[in-house]
């Protein structure tokens, strides 16, 4: 398994602000996903980061407001920016089992929980 | 399009055996099927996974039919600590399949 932290666990920021979340992983990862969680709601995919490459972005999401960085195979940072009250949710970042015959099972972090006022 | 149908809520006591059903109808032929389990403030924790028949591990097993088209995550004799939602979620792992979470199932333990 992998071991994976974020930071912030959590914070409150202005409207109109940008707030980056770090994702670091205990071992190195070809594939990070990050995920949205609305209050109450399911895990919505927003974008895949490959290292050495631009992440990959759902329908819905943009790199203008959701720019990403993956420096190296352990790390990876999502900004939201410009936030609004709607951007509260709870950020999580994952990374996939490696393994062969592993059928995507995926490991997630605490996620950081994001409050816009 | 969601890949998976889960019952929205269920409720059920201390000691008892929950099952929970979930419908794949579309799922391929290279797809595992894999369920989550999610606390609050948390992020998904892995629970199982299996492709056909029966999976058992120390927390939980997995029934899957023939026809793989559903499949059911049975937890012996819960106790309150296992209020959570459960995610079934089906895919083959490969980079151009996304992962789809549907609404889950919030299971609530009673005492």
């Known amino acids: 398994s992998a071991v994976i932290s974020q930071k912030p666990s959590r914070d409150i920021c202005q409207r109109g602000t940008s707030l980056t979340i770090q994702c670091q992983v205990d071992?190195?990862?070809?594939?990070m996903f990050w995920y949205r969680q609305q209050p109450g709601q399911s895990l919505t995919l927003i974008a895949t980061?490959?290292?050495?490459?631009?992440?990959?972005?759902e329908s819905g999401f943009v790199i203008d407001k959701f720019p990403i960085s993956r420096p190296n195979l352990t790390f990876s940072t999502l900004t939201v920016s410009n936030m609004s009250p709607e951007d509260s949710s709870i950020y999580l970042c994952s990374v996939e089992n490696g393994l062969a015959g592993s059928g995507g099972e995926q490991f997630f972090g605490p996620g950081t929980r994001l409050t816009v006022l | 399009l969601a890949k998976t149908t889960q019952p929205i809520s269920m409720d059920s006591y201390e000691g008892q055996e929950v099952n929970i059903t979930c419908s794949h109808n579309?799922?391929?032929?290279?797809?595992?099927i894999t369920w989550y389990q999610q606390f609050p403030s948390q992020g998904p924790r892995f629970i199982i996974q299996g492709y056909k028949t029966k999976v058992t591990n120390e927390v939980a097993s997995l029934f899957i039919p023939a026809d793989r088209k559903s499949s059911t995550l049975s937890l012996p004799r819960v106790s309150l600590s296992d209020t959570a939602v459960y995610y079934c979620l089906v895919g083959d792992g490969n980079r151009d399949d996304k992962i789809i979470f549907g609404k889950g199932t919030r299971l609530h333990i009673l005492p």
């Open positions: 980061a490959n290292q050495g490459s631009e992440a990959t972005y």
């Open positions: 579309n799922i391929a032929t290279n797809d595992y």
């Open positions: 071992s190195q990862v070809t594939m």
